[in-house]
Each structure stands twice: as structure tokens, then as C-alpha cells.
């Protein structure tokens, strides 16, 4: 059965020992055995986190928060796919937050799919409107994960939820063009992940400020 997957944005959290903290708590918790939980934590965090979860033997998945678009080289400050798959088989790309605070268009969005897919790397792309999808091939290998800007927990005093219903619509408008996953994104938490898990063609979740502490994070997984 395929799993339902359930990915943990950290964003620009998280100092070591409190990444020691939250995997030690989830670790011990019992889980529902049909997810797919994949980490994204900051790049400094990944070697840490990716040690700890093989040396455990834990269940989970690592992602990167960003790839570079170019290969290896004179990049100061990237980091290019190579040195993510070391520790990780995910990456995340196109985040409202990076499209905005770090003007990455869609030029640089598919420099950074193209390395992802040559790199082995699945790459988790972050929507908010169809037009983001217009130059994308269903044969790539990609997860999109939809995420209406106004419905990311920090984005304003009135961020909200996107319902169900216009998640389902929006869903099935991004299956009429590609057959590639879809996972939701925005105000995910204990309360409401069920509606959109139950949702047809949805495959998981993309949860950010609910991953952050470990018991809210474990309390969610079990709604799952
Ligand atoms: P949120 O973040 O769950 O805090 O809304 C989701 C995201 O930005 O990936």
C-alpha cells in the first residue's frame, strides 16, 4: 500500500541539541506504520539528523530545504546536489518563502528541478497557482506540494487554513495536467490534517510550524 507522506518543514530552525531533543521524543513514539515521514531540516543539521536516524534505525526520511542550480564548484555558499544525496533523498524547492524573500523564479525553480532529478534527488515543489506548473512533465519525479501563500501558519495575522473543498478543486485542476503526487501544505495541524488526508488524490502533508515540537508533531502523525 502506498504510504501517506507526512513532511516535516523545520525552516530556519533548530539548533543541534534541540534537533537531539525532537528525534528523541519521536523515536519513541508509536506511530502509525503508513507514513512516509520525511525530515527537512536546515543543511546544517542534515549529517546530524540523517546519522542519528540510520545509527537508531528509524523510519524516516531526510529532505534539504533548497538545492543549488548548479553543479559542484566555484559557488560560494551553495550546495549542490551531490553534497545533499550524502545525507538526503528529498529537497524541497520553490517555497512561497524563497520564491519571496529571495526572488527565485521559475527559471531558477527548474534549474533547481533539474539538478534535483539528475542528482537523484526528489524534489517536493511548492505551489500557490497553476501557472507554476506550466513548463512541468508528468515523467519527473516530482511531488508537488500546494501551498496558497495566504494559508502558511506565518505569513499574516490572517493566515487560515485553505478548506478542503477548494484544496480537492485545485487538485484536481494540477491531475488534469500532470499525474504526479500532491500533498497539501498550510495550517496543517492535529485539528484538520484527517479532512485533508481523507481528500481523494492527495497524497500526505506538508507541515511547518506543527513539526516543530516534537508533542504536537507526534499528536498530528497520529491523526494520520
Ligand atoms: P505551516 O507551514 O504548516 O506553518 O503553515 C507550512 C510550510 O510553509 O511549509
Not at 533547481?112 to 515523467?139: H, Y
Not at 473543498?165 to 485545485?170: C, I, K, Q, R
Amino acid at each position: 500500500m502506498k504510504k501517506t507522506i507526512i513532511a516535516a518543514n523545520w525552516k530556519s530552525n533548530k539548533t543541534k541539541s534541540e534537533a537531539k531533543n525532537w528525534l528523541e521524543q519521536v523515536a519513541i513514539a508509536d506511530l502509525p506504520m503508513n507514513l512516509e515521514i520525511i525530515i527537512l531540516p536546515s543543511f546544517t543539521l542534515l549529517d546530524y539528523v540523517s546519522s542519528y536516524i540510520k545509527v537508531n534505525g528509524l523510519p524516516f526520511r531526510i529532505g534539504a530545504q533548497d538545492i543549488s542550480p548548479f553543479e559542484s564548484g566555484a559557488y560560494t555558499g551553495e550546495i549542490s546536489s551531490s553534497q545533499i544525496k550524502e545525507f538526503a533523498d528529498y529537497v524541497l524547492i520553490g517555497h512561497s518563502e524563497r520564491r519571496t524573500n529571495f526572488s527565485e523564479d521559475k527559471e531558477m525553480i527548474n534549474k533547481k528541478i533539474e539538478k534535483a532529478t539528475t542528482g537523484e534527488l526528489i524534489p517536493i515543489v511548492c505551489i500557490s497557482d497553476l501557472s507554476q506548473i506550466d513548463n512541468f512533465s508528468s515523467n519527473k519525479g516530482i511531488i508537488i506540494a500546494y501551498e496558497p501563500k495566504g494559508a502558511i501558519s506565518t505569513s499574516g495575522p490572517n493566515a487560515k487554513a485553505e478548506s478542503p473543498d477548494l484544496v480537492s478543486e485545485f487538485v484536481k485542476k494540477i491531475k488534469e495536467r500532470l499525474s504526479l503526487e500532491v500533498i497539501y501544505g498550510g495550517s496543517v495541524d492535529v485539528s484538520n490534517v484527517r479532512q485533508y488526508l481523507n481528500l481523494e488524490d492527495i497524497s500526505g502533508a506538508l507541515v511547518g510550524g506543527q513539526s516543530l515540537e516534537p508533542k504536537n508533531f507526534i499528536n498530528l502523525l497520529k491523526k494520520c
